[in-house]
């Protein structure tokens, strides 16, 4: 199941808090507009309010009616699209596709309990196939059915492999969001806080969602098959991980201006859009990889495929023409 | 198996049982994992975030870098696996044919294996492949 993480609504909320933060300063600190709802706002100008230089319109009423504060956050209307546009998918949908694919390795192979129902009924098989000799029996056992319990291995690691490559992906925009809602909060904190002389929390650790993003190899010792697997930080964590790659940035959010400390989150989410991009890279390299694996090991005869490491060849014995040479050479040799 | 007779009999009912019992519970447990992999399509759209729409420029729902490749390696799964299950259908009923034609050839062995097979039949142990009932296998779309 996900980690706790805002919602794509929650997102667009704190981006608006955001944009009424900067519409808010930028009005007071910059245009001298009187906050909207105070007596000042909207009103006629007095001595008092000319004295600290506010702003007036036209009419020689004092700036801060509704329609000048609703102005000036238009020019602002685009930061809450900004943290939309990088919330990429609900985490939380994921959830759905990754218990799918445990369920579908489970069914195949269950690495944690042992279970290996199809294994187990191969074996069964070739025990009571025991007394059955001859070139078409040999050929059956050695290419078809000693081949199965491995292959079937294999193929629940591919299920296990798309189960994680979700897993990792979901944790990236668990992460993602995370780091967005630090950005927005920090931000508003900064654009509430530019006459303060420091004190406030700004500084950003920008996004380690390359680091949650592991490689894990070889998890399963799988004949002849090394599938290479991307985990998340949750999943490999009691496995043999690489995590060389990780990296945590940072960025200051602070500054003099309204628009120095917007310029600074949109450069903090260019880097998160970046660290984005290739924490993503990583996963489709690894599924990839994958698929490259799939598609070096099929071989095609006639109408069949067989992919070796993951599916033997269709044994010659299912050919209805097999069957007289398998009873003249295996049931009655010479 | 240069054997005939009642004895020839014996082995040709356990080629019939791995061929009517152990291959099919193979296959369905294969087939299993086969349709759980083809419904997993149904829940695609998770992937689905905000984005610009490929060569339109429009602002809509778009499905990442990521979904291409695990659908493709998802088909390529939920491919090998329609056609694990299928082989190994087929070679059960092919070992049930290779039974079924050489025990025409001997009368003894076939009164044997039918005796053997009917007990199989009959046995809670085992459990019978109807092969006019099996489950859909799902090839990728």
């Known amino acids: ?334 | 198996m240069a054997k005939e007779g009642a004895e020839l009999g014996v082995e040709l009912a356990e080629m019939w049982l791995c061929g009517r019992s152990y291959l099919p519970a193979a296959a369905e447990a294969t087939a299993k994992a086969n349709a759980i992999i083809a419904g997993s399509t149904i829940r695609d759209g998770a992937f689905a975030r905000p984005g610009t729409v490929a060569g339109s420029g429009i602002q809509g729902s778009v499905q990442g870098e990521v979904f291409p490749y695990w659908d493709a390696l998802r088909d390529a799964l939920q491919g090998i696996l329609a056609e694990a299950a299928d082989n190994l259908y087929a070679c059960g009923d092919a070992l049930v044919r290779v039974a079924d034609v050489y025990a025409a050839t001997d009368d003894a062995a076939r009164d044997e294996m039918n005796r053997v097979t009917t007990r199989f039949v009959m046995s809670d142990q085992y459990r019978i492949d109807d092969p006019t009932v099996r489950p859909p296998l799902y090839q990728p779309e």
């Not at chain 1, 609504?9 to 930028?26: H, N, S």
């Not at chain 1, 508003?188 to 920008?206: P, R, V």
């Not at chain 1, 380690?208 to 993003?213: D, E, K, L, N, P």
């Not at chain 1, 690894?286 to 495929?305: C, I, P, Q, Y």
Request: glycine share 8%; with cysteine; aromatic share 6%.
């Open chain 1, 1 to 334: 199941m996900a980690r706790a993480h805002p919602s794509l609504e929650e997102l667009r909320k704190l981006g608006a808090q955001v944009a009424d933060a900067a519409a808010r300063a930028r009005g007071i600190h910059e245009l001298k507009f009187a906050p909207e709802g105070s007596p000042a706002a909207g009103g006629p100008p007095d001595d008092s309010i000319a004295g600290e230089k506010y702003g007036t319109g036209a009419d020689g009423r004092v700036l801060g009616t509704h329609e000048d504060w609703s102005r000036l956050r238009l020019g602002y209307a685009w930061i809450p699209e900004l943290f939309v546009s990088l919330a990429g998918p609900e985490p939380g949908h994921l959830d759905g596709l990754i218990e799918t694919m445990e369920s579908a390795w489970k069914a195949l192979y269950d690495r944690d309990s042992g279970a290996d129902p199809v294994g187990t009924h191969i074996r069964q098989a070739e025990s009571h196939l025991s007394g059955w000799s001859g070139v078409a029996a040999e050929t059956f056992r050695t290419n078809f059915l000693h081949k199965i319990p491995d292959s079937v291995k294999s193929q629940a690691q591919l299920a296990f492999m798309l189960q994680h490559a979700a897993l990792a992906d979901q944790d990236v925009w668990v992460e993602t969001r995370l780091n967005l809602k630090d950005l927005a909060e920090k931000t508003t904190t900064a654009l509430e806080s530019l006459d303060d002389c420091g004190g406030t929390d700004s500084l950003i650790t920008i996004l380690t969602v390359i680091g949650i993003v592991v490689s894990v190899v070889a998890l399963w010792e799988v004949a002849a098959v090394a599938c290479t697997i991307v985990a998340s930080s949750v999943a490999a964590a009691s496995l043999v991980a690489d995590k060389a790659g990780e990296s945590a940035v940072e960025a200051e959010v602070a500054g003099d201006t309204v628009e120095t400390v917007l310029q600074n989150m949109v450069n903090a989410t260019d880097v998160l859009r970046s660290q984005i991009y290739w924490s993503e890279r990583k996963i489709t390299d690894a599924l990839r990889e994958n698929l490259d694996l799939v598609h070096d090991t099929t071989h095609f005869h006639g109408a069949t495929s067989t992919h070796d490491a993951f599916l033997p060849p269709r044994p010659a014995l299912v050919g209805e023409s097999m069957i007289p040479s398998i009873i003249r050479n295996d049931f009655r040799p010479g």
